[in-house]
């Protein structure tokens, strides 16, 4: 009885340390991918998103290259009405499906909006 139940334990914590391991590996891989060879762009929030319940997200789109993509951003506290507003958007030259919007850089400018695809 106490060797099967040492089994169910291991086999838990076997579990439970792969799919730490895994996360950790898609993490480090995306923030590798963003950081060695990335652009900016601007990017434009559009609409509320709840992920999980846990978290407030704010939908944003961006264009590289005529295309456009989609990407989540958790909402910044400090901006008080995020929605709809334009802001620096950081992507992957090999894959721009990895991105990140940048709360602190709002863009302003019609003429750097225009240009990047509004």
Do not use: H
Not at 6 to 35: P, S
Not at 63 to 68: Q, S
């Amino acid at each position: 009885m106490k060797k099967e139940r040492y089994k169910l334990y291991l086999l838990i914590f076997t579990g439970i340390l792969l799919v730490f391991l895994i996360n950790w590996y898609v993490g480090f891989e995306r923030n590798n991918n963003l950081n060695k060879d990335c652009d900016f762009t601007v990017g434009k929030t559009i609409k509320y998103q709840f992920s999980d319940g846990f978290k407030d997200c704010i939908q944003y789109q961006f264009y590289v290259n005529d295309i456009k993509y989609i990407g989540y951003a958790t909402i910044d506290s400090a901006i008080s009405s995020p929605l709809p507003k334009y802001f620096i958007v950081k992507f992957s030259k090999t894959n721009p499906e990895i991105n990140e919007l940048d709360w602190s850089k709002e863009v302003k400018d019609l003429i750097q909006i225009s240009k990047a695809g509004f």
